[in-house]
């Protein structure tokens, strides 16, 4: 069984001890492929120092998270641009708009994610979307956007079954994560209605932990909870959802 996590800073961690914990019980669990965005130019040696760790099981996306689009945006695009350039990445991201702790650069995050967007396109990748409180503004740009070139996950996906028709009509999968064990979450209900072919596996650990372990530091090891639950919802095998999620991330990430 063969299980990927298309979304985890599991780089966050540094001691290097830990760090070879982590991606053992990853391995012992199943889990295999971890794909890893940045988040600021500061952030690229630690994807990179994992990445060159364990190159048969991590992988690196670079771009600009919209919570570090500040006063020096344009500067932060310009390090990671020179970086992509030195560097085979497999997605940008993360990128995308939030507006859920502050709103002071929202015009400078539409103008980041259009510019990340651009690079994608340009270098045949696809793109990994942040959005949160921001739906509206991040499909607004995805449907301006859209063409041939445009693809990639939604990542941590949790709105609605009408919102997700519209992210796959657009040609995106959706990435799921912690938030649809949770109980009141609503998520399971939308994602029971989705067909296994638009869903990718994510754990954007240390964030949004699943249930049984919601409220402690998360770990892409516990991407078998997420797992579950999708097959659960299904009702098929946790190795079928493994095959699929699995082969989806194959066909946006190419590898």
């Known amino acids: 069984m063969v299980l990927t996590d298309t979304h985890t800073h599991q780089y966050y961690e540094t001691d290097p001890v830990k760090k070879a914990g982590l991606m053992q019980r990853c391995l012992d669990n199943g889990i295999s492929r971890l794909f890893l965005p940045n988040v600021d130019s500061g952030s690229i040696p630690q994807v990179m120092d994992m990445v060159n760790t364990y190159p048969q099981h991590c992988f690196p996306m670079l771009g600009l998270h919209p919570c570090d689009v500040k006063a020096n945006w344009e500067q932060e695009l310009e390090t990671i641009y020179t970086a992509l350039q030195q560097t085979k990445v497999y997605a940008i991201g993360e990128i995308g708009i939030d507006l859920y702790w502050d709103k002071t650069f929202i015009a400078e995050q539409q103008q980041a994610f259009r510019q990340q967007i651009a690079w994608a396109k340009q270098a045949g990748l696809p793109i990994n979307i942040h959005c949160r409180n921001a739906f509206d ?3 607004a740009i995805l449907q301006q956007e859209h063409d041939e070139l445009l693809r990639g996950i939604f990542h941590c996906f949790s709105g609605t079954l009408a919102q997700a028709e519209q992210i796959i009509e657009l040609g995106f999968m959706l990435g799921i ?17 989705i067909d296994l072919k638009h869903i990718v596996l994510e754990t954007d650990s240390p964030y949004l932990t699943p249930v049984p372990y919601r409220g402690k530091p998360n770990e892409s090891s516990y991407l078998v909870y997420v797992a579950q ?3 659960d919802l299904h009702q098929v095998s946790l190795e079928e959802v493994a095959r699929i999620t699995t082969e989806n991330s194959k066909i946006i990430f190419g590898v």
Request: proline letters at 0%; aromatic letters at 8%.
């Open 137 to 139: 503004e991040v499909y």
């Open 177 to 193: 994560g912690g938030v649809v064990t949770y109980k009141n979450g609503g998520l399971d209900k939308v994602v029971e209605q």
């Open 229 to 231: 639950k999708v097959a």
